[in-house]
């Protein structure tokens, strides 16, 4: 039987937070890169778990941190979100090659 560790774990973060950073780079819609962005902070946050369950014994810090990246990365998407929604009011278009002129 294979034993989950701790590189495990990072590794599943790695792959979360490359696949945001390919996302949010080379993909050409808004909402898609609102995703990417999302998914970067879940591979961060899987990051600061894990380094909380196997290193941090005493302290929550590591939780505590991602518990604030949560809230944050909801705090951010509802941010963009609205400033999507005024932009789209405007140019009537999801591509983020419209949105040259701010």
Not at 9 to 35: C, D, E, H, M, T
């Amino acid at each position: 039987m294979i034993e989950i560790t701790m590189y495990h774990y990072l590794f599943i973060g790695l792959v979360l937070f490359v696949l945001g950073l390919v996302g949010s780079i080379f993909v050409k819609n808004v909402i898609k890169v609102l995703i990417s962005i999302e998914m970067m902070l879940l591979g961060v946050n899987i990051n600061f778990v894990t380094f909380a369950s196997y290193c941090d014994n005493i302290d929550f810090n590591g939780y505590i941190m991602a518990l604030f990246y949560v809230g944050l990365g909801a705090v951010e998407l509802a941010v963009a979100l609205y400033i999507f929604y005024l932009m789209y009011q405007k140019k009537e278009s999801d591509n983020i090659e419209k949105y040259t002129d701010l």
